[in-house]
T-cell receptor, first 115, second 111 residues
Framework: DAGVTQSPTHLIKTRGQHVTLRCSPI?????VSWYQQVLGQGPQFIFQ???????GRGNFPDRFSARQFPNYSSELNVNALLLGDSALYLC??????????????FGEGSRLTVL | GESVGLHLPTLSVQEGDNSIINCAYS??????FIWYKQESGKGPQFIID?????DKRQGQRVTVLLNKTVKHLSLQIAATQPGDSAVYFC??????????FGAGTILRVKS
């Protein structure tokens, strides 16, 4: 069975550009969460979506946005990129919405480098 | 504010020995805790979880201990193997359907 798949795996952007990262959850999972992991740190929560609705938002600026599609896949968009946005962006899926009620399965991540 | 922290950033153990990775959390209202393992170039992998109504849970070669009195969490790995080398994160649930992760502990297994 396919796990959580993310694309692209690596990408390089310059300051001011925008980026779209994509995630396909495990088949049957309706919840997708996005995390940012800066090198040497633990993942930081960005968004959680369940049944196409935003259910949680972390402490990130409005340059970060996301959406979930009818097939439960998701996109994370970041506008006006800054050097500090360089990180590994992780997508995680789960069967249900609450983090206390379902195991989160993480993808391999999208490594974003902003020059 | 919310924070989950680790006492030791790097832990080196001999193959076959037991490993203990510690974690302190600050939110006394958290009721669910998870340990993740992250190998280089990969996403975090679920190891074991524990709810606040328990103080110990065992898995295959791993045990998680929860001490709510001092807000401390630990992961014990029995008979550590080279394949256990990775970064280990503890995480706690937080309002808003999110997990709050600690900074991580690097586990190095010496053969």
């Amino acid at each position: 069975d396919a796990g959580v798949t993310q694309s692209p795996t690596h990408l390089i952007k310059t300051r001011g550009q925008h980026v779209t990262l994509r995630c396909s959850p495990i088949s049957g999972h309706k919840s997708v969460s996005w995390y940012q992991q800066v090198l040497g740190q633990g993942p930081q929560f960005i968004f959680q979506y369940y049944e196409k609705e935003e259910r949680g938002r972390g402490n990130f600026p409005d340059r970060f946005s996301a959406r979930q599609f009818p097939n439960y896949s998701s996109e994370l968009n970041v506008n006006a990129l800054l050097l500090g946005d360089s990180a590994l962006y992780l997508c995680a899926s789960s069967l249900v919405s609450g983090v206390s009620t379902g195991e989160l399965f993480f993808g391999e991540g999208s490594r974003l480098t902003v020059l | 504010g919310e924070s989950v922290g680790l006492h030791l950033p790097t832990l080196s153990v001999q193959e076959g020995d037991n490993s203990i990775i510690n974690c302190a959390y600050s939110n006394s209202a958290s009721d669910y805790f998870i340990w993740y393992k992250q190998e280089s170039g990969k996403g975090p992998q679920f190891i074991i979880d524990i709810r606040s109504n328990m103080d110990k849970r065992q898995g295959q070669r791993v045990t998680v201990l929860l001490n709510k009195t001092v807000k401390h969490l630990s992961l014990q790995i029995a008979a550590t193997q080279p394949g256990d080398s990775a970064v280990y994160f503890c995480a706690e649930n937080s309002p808003g359907n999110k997990l709050v992760f600690g900074a991580g502990t690097i586990l190095r297994v010496k053969s």
